[in-house]
């Protein structure tokens, strides 16, 4: 069993920063790929970015690629999304979630564990 806590949200101009953080319980969460979500109001939620549980293998969206950052520390058991460049269009609620697995799943019915999200808004 694994909890996830998001932290970190909240408003931020257009071209700025924001620092995401899921904070997980349970002692094996080095065990876990993770990613991250997003869902816009009226609209599905869509995948964001996913790092395998040793840290070493990432993936990104297309929208996203070049601008977020995923990261770990399997220590802390927390995972990271270091947002730069954001855009209006980045505005949505963000969810972290885990998954038991060796691979890097970007569909959101391959995740077992989800936290409750944290609000993130782009202003123009």
């Known amino acids: 069993q694994v909890q996830l806590v998001e932290s970190g949200g909240g408003l931020v101009q257009a071209g700025g920063s924001l620092r995401l953080s899921c904070a997980a319980s349970?002692?094996?969460?080095?065990?876990?790929?993770m990613g991250w979500f997003r869902q816009a109001p009226g609209k599905e939620r869509e995948f964001v970015a996913a790092i395998s549980w040793s840290g070493g293998n990432t993936y990104y969206a297309d929208s996203v690629k070049g601008r977020f950052t995923i990261s770990r520390d399997n220590a802390q058991n927390t995972v990271h999304l270091q947002m730069d460049s954001v855009k209006p269009e980045d505005t949505a609620v963000y969810y972290c979630a885990a998954v038991s697995a060796s691979i890097l799943p970007t569909r959101d019915l391959e995740y077992d564990y989800w936290g409750q999200g944290t609000q993130v808004t782009v202003s123009s």
């Open positions: 349970g002692r094996t969460f080095s065990r876990y790929a």
